[in-house]
Structure formats: structure tokens, C-alpha cells
């Protein structure tokens, strides 16, 4: 078996949480660099996942090494176009997290070296790998729902803005809040259900209103608390979202929320067919609603790791040469469409694709 030997750029949450225990258990993958301009956060990835062999803070010395093959790109959102575009240059293959980028633009940038370069470029929407997700999609595509006229979904949380002074809350990093944060993968997995629906118009509006004043902003928990720093960070980004599109395929509509003076957590996605419907919960499994016999169901089934599959995809993708779900040129779609809803929201209006 041939091995694909990687380097890993960042070391923060999702390397550690998802992608350092997958890229450890795949047998043909050799972990030869972890990288963080923080090198204490890649020394404590290397005490955990033995595999790792050294330690760097500048992404580049993995670049010229002519034994890498690939680059996973974990870094925060804005940091993606540069080291991506750099790897793709040096020739490497890319696994790059979601979002693509903070826009559009700058994602099809991304996807158009990749081609130049003949290079796999991968973006981690890990929901496509998610089983429940995966019966959905053919499920419809077999016909059991009929026609999906609309889909709603809901990822509204009671408290859940990340810490101040990390990349999250500062839209020059982000690209955004909730809806660049939490919404690419509903919207994505949605258009992935939906058999690849295409865009034609659309109207949202995002809201800054729990955070504006994040001083005063109370809370029992907070994520990415690690890089809390009430002095200088900034929040300028979405923490409620609201919005209409239309595909060629179904109609969606949809709320999020990273706050909101409602006490509950609300994260499913509803798929409404003339002869079925689903209702799937976030992260989990899902029931399905048939329109003829009146009954439901939630069938039973293991979940496995969606990390470990979609990584394994990407080797495999590397080792082959064919491009698999995630790879960039099947995700684009969802990156305009996040463009496309911040443009409206920009102008309070709707707007074509
Ligand atoms: N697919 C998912 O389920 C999922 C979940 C969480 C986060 N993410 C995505 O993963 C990315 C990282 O998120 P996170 O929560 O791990 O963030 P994080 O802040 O915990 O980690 C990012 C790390 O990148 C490092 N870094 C920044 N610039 C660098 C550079 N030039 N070279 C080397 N290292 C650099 C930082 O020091 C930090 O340690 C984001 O794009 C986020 O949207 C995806």
C-alpha cells in the first residue's frame, strides 16, 4: 500500500478534536509535520499523537519538503486562502477545513489553481460523510420523499458566541458569525441532499444584537473561551441569521442563532416531500414521515466517525486521482451561496444569483 505523507497547519480545536485522531488511525498516511505559529500547541498535538515526527511554526519548511504530499489547512477562516494557494503552488495536495474562505471570490481562486496545478483540493463540509445525511441523499434520489418542495431548517442555540479576541467574533477573519460558522454546514448538506440544487434568488438578514455589547453579554458557557479577551477582541459578526432562497430544486428557509433570549437549542433540518418527509436532528439520526401510510420512522443504524471517513476519502482521493464529495469543485455552490445571503443582508434586499 503507498503511503501519503501530510503536514498539518494548525493545531488548534478540530486538529486535535477530528483530524489528528483520524490522520493517526489511517494506516497509509505518515503525519511528517505539525505546524502552528503557536509552537506549545503543536508540542501538545506531538505528547498525544505519537505518529506526529516534528515540530514546526512556519508552514513553508513543510512546503519545501519534497516528501509531502499533502497539507491538511486548520487554521482560521482567513488564514485558508494563503496557505492553501502556497501549498497548491509547491505542488502539494490539499485538505483545507470549511468554510472554503471568508468569499466567494477568493474560493474560486482557490478551486481554479487547483485545477491549474492538477492538485486535489478538499473542503471539510464533514456532513457529507455523516450516514444520516448519506441515507437522506438517497433516499430522495431513489424518490421516497417524491417531490421535496422545502426544506427548513433551524440551528438556533440560547448561548453559544465564542470567546472574545480569537478569529470567530471578528469578521475580518471569519467572514462572518452564525452563518458562516454554524449555517455552511446546514446549507451545505441541504444542497447535498437536494441532489446539488443550484441558486436563483434570495433574501436574508443577519443581526448583531446579543453581542453588541459583549461586556455585558451574560452566559453560562462559551466556546473558543481559550482566546477570551474582553479588552481587545473584537465581535463586528452575525449572531442571528434569517433567510429565504430559492434552487431550481426546493425552496429553503432557515434561522440561526449563536444567541438568542430563548431558552432552548433547536438544531434540525425538516425536508418536505409530496408523498414523504424527514426530520433530521442535527449531528444525529433522523425520522422519516410517509405521506401514504401515515406511520414513521427513525431507523436504527451505527454513526460512524464522519472525520475519519472524509479523511480517508481525501488519501484515498490523493493516492487515485479522483475527486471525490468534498472536493472543492462540488462545494462552491455553498460558498456563493453564503456570499450571496451576506450581500442581501448587506443591502436589506433580495437578490438574484
Ligand atoms: N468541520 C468542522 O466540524 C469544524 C469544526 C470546528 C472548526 N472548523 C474549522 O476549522 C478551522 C480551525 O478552527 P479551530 O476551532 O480549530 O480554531 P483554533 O483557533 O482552535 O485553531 C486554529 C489554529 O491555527 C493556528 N494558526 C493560525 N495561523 C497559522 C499559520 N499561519 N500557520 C500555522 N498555524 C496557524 C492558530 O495558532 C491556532 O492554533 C476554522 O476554519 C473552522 O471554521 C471546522
Excluded at 453560562?220 to 473561551?225: I, L, Q, T, V, Y
Amino acid at each position: 500500500m503507498k503511503e501519503v505523507t501530510v503536514a498539518v497547519v494548525g493545531c488548534g480545536r478540530i486538529a486535535e478534536s477530528a483530524h489528528f485522531p483520524a490522520l493517526s488511525q489511517l494506516e497509509n498516511v505518515r503525519i511528517k509535520y505539525a505546524c502552528d505559529l503557536i509552537l506549545e500547541k503543536a508540542a501538545k498535538i506531538k505528547e498525544k499523537f505519537s505518529k506526529v515526527e516534528q515540530l514546526i511554526t512556519d508552514y513553508k519548511i513543510a512546503l519545501s519538503d519534497p516528501e509531502v504530499d499533502a497539507v491538511y489547512v486548520l487554521t482560521p477562516n482567513y488564514v485558508h486562502y494563503t496557505v492553501t494557494m502556497d501549498a497548491l503552488r509547491a505542488g502539494k495536495h490539499v485538505f483545507c477545513e470549511k468554510p472554503i474562505t471568508v468569499n466567494y471570490s477568493m474560493s474560486r481562486e482557490m478551486s481554479d489553481e487547483a485545477e491549474k496545478q492538477n492538485r486535489m483540493l478538499n473542503i471539510g463540509v464533514c456532513n457529507r460523510y455523516h450516514k444520516s445525511v448519506e441515507l437522506l441523499e438517497e433516499m430522495n434520489r431513489n424518490g421516497k420523499f417524491g417531490n421535496i418542495y422545502h426544506v427548513y431548517c433551524s440551528f438556533r442555540a440560547f448561548r453559544s458566541i465564542p470567546g472574545l479576541g480569537g478569529s470567530f467574533t471578528d469578521r475580518a477573519q471569519s467572514g462572518g458569525g452564525v452563518l458562516i460558522d454554524w449555517g455552511v454546514h446546514y446549507l451545505d448538506l441541504i444542497l447535498y441532499i437536494l441532489g446539488g440544487a443550484k441558486l436563483k434568488n434570495l433574501t436574508c438578514d443577519t443581526y448583531c444584537e446579543m453581542a453588541k455589547n459583549m461586556k455585558e453579554y451574560k452566559y453560562r458557557s462559551m466556546w473558543a473561551e481559550d482566546t477570551k479577551n474582553t479588552e481587545t477582541g473584537v465581535n463586528d459578526v452575525d449572531d442571528f441569521v434569517t433567510g429565504y432562497i430559492r434552487t431550481d430544486k426546493a425552496s429553503i428557509s432557515f434561522n440561526g442563532a449563536w444567541a438568542q433570549n430563548v431558552d432552548i437549542s433547536d438544531t434540525y433540518v425538516d425536508f418536505l416531500g409530496d408523498k414523504g418527509g424527514a426530520r433530521l436532528s442535527y449531528g444525529g439520526k433522523f425520522t422519516f414521515f410517509d405521506g401514504s401510510t401515515l406511520s414513521a420512522e427513525t431507523p436504527e443504524y451505527e454513526i460512524p466517525n464522519m472525520y475519519l471517513r472524509e479523511d480517508a476519502d481525501f488519501i484515498n482521493s490523493v493516492l487515485t486521482g479522483e475527486k471525490t464529495r468534498n472536493h472543492i469543485d462540488y462545494v462552491l455552490e455553498s460558498a456563493r451561496l453564503l456570499d450571496s445571503l451576506y450581500k442581501s443582508a448587506e443591502i436589506r434586499k433580495e437578490i438574484e444569483c
